[in-house]
């Protein structure tokens, strides 16, 4: 008899863990049976308090569940590790949740589970640009999926990798990377920015109500303390831009001094949680520079998501150049977001970048708007 059905979610991060359990409550309710689901935990820095976390998160959030840790594996041992996963345990599969259609996890799982329903949760605004149009490229590869996946589903793949046709391993090489059919894209900023889903994929937007209440069990289970500002105070948010900008990083560097110190003698405190992937180097030229008590530096928050840990602290404002926060922090919280001046450098980014650029000039608040604190009383 074969094997009922499971579900596989692929998650990198504490948000997408975050959105992916909102949306899977909005299509499933709550999970009756949780050992059912297949995590495949793909980020964060193996053996670090992050990894540690999200590890007891998936034993936590999935009670029975099975967890296949691919974290800091490259493309090709996280691919054999998954295959050998699903040919050991004769999985087959009835949904796959992931935030990127367009990896190797995604083109495996689709190369194992060719019937499988795709579901897609937004994990940024980079999952409204076009460079994220959910176009399925599996048409393009259908006759090598026909040869290859029934071999690769009967546990052959070791002989596959052994192949030294250039063919097969040109074939292999570009499944695993094309992209599957997306049956649903499940997004928060559904209403305010158009999605750029492929044709014939459903959207569905997951209410705030669902949203919040995962932001909360993750604080919850994290032990994270939301800090109050009895003072005006702007969040701050760093972008992961040193490799995108290359040699004008360093104009990124300067201008965000000289606006601390414009923040700061507005009378504003400033709060700067730099992103996870942004050198510490970055945050140490920044406070040696301004020199303020009034600049805080909190990097024991890159446990949890700006979203989970500044939602309810009074802020006056979060400001970024390129960050998801400039929409979900007005969205979620009523705190508005202000978008930083650009860089000359920003032509170089690619096109996916710009386009998060353009989205964040659109919807956020323009830096100029931010003006001189209100006294809170």
């Known amino acids: 008899m074969a094997n009922a059905p499971v579900h596989f979610l692929a998650f990198n991060g504490p948000w997408q863990l975050i959105v992916a359990c909102a949306a899977i409550r909005r299509r499933h309710g709550e999970l009756e049976d949780a050992s059912r689901w297949k995590l495949l935990l793909t980020g964060a820095t193996r053996g670090s308090r992050l990894h540690q976390l999200l590890l007891r998160l998936c034993e936590a959030y999935f009670p029975g569940g099975e967890v296949l840790d691919l974290t800091a594996l490259g493309d090709i041992r996280a691919r054999d590790d998954l295959i050998a996963f699903v040919v ?7 949904e796959v949740w992931l935030a990127y259609p367009g990896t190797t996890i995604a083109g495996t799982l689709h190369l194992l589970f060719p019937q499988a329903s795709f579901q897609v949760f937004e994990e940024g605004l980079h999952s409204y640009t076009q460079d994220f149009a959910m176009e399925s490229d599996a048409p393009r590869g259908a006759l090598a999926r026909q040869i290859l996946g029934p071999r690769v589903r009967r546990g052959d793949f070791e002989q596959l990798r052994r192949l030294s046709g250039f063919a097969y391993r040109k074939s292999l090489n ?22 750029a889903v492929g044709q014939g994929v459903a959207v569905s937007a997951i209410p705030q109500a669902l949203i919040r209440e995962e932001i909360d069990r993750y604080a919850r289970f994290a032990g994270a303390e939301t800090p109050v500002y009895r003072e005006p105070t702007i969040l701050v948010l760093g972008d992961n831009l040193l490799w995108p900008l290359r040699l004008h990083y360093q104009e990124v560097l300067e201008l965000t001094v000289e606006l601390f110190r414009s923040m700061i003698d507005s009378g504003y405190q400033v709060v700067w949680k730099p992103h996870p992937r942004m050198p510490a180097f970055c945050s140490d030229y920044l406070v040696l520079k301004v020199a303020s008590s009034r600049l805080i530096w909190e990097p024991q928050a890159d446990l949890v998501p700006a979203e989970v840990a500044y939602g309810g602290s009074g802020l006056s404002g979060v400001a970024s150049l390129m960050s998801s926060c400039l929409l979900y922090f007005p969205l979620l919280y009523d705190i508005p977001g202000y ?39």
């Open 88 to 94: 050991a345990r004769r999985l087959e599969a009835g």
């Open 174 to 195: 570009a499944l695993m990377k094309s992209a599957p059919p997306v049956d649903c894209f499940h997004g928060i900023l559904t209403e305010t920015v158009p999605p």
């Open 339 to 377: 978008c930083l001046p650009a860089v000359e450098g920003f032509s170089i980014l690619k096109p996916g970048l710009q386009e998060v650029r353009r989205i964040c000039e659109r919807n956020a608040e323009p830096w100029s708007a931010l003006g001189t604190p209100l006294s809170h009383s």
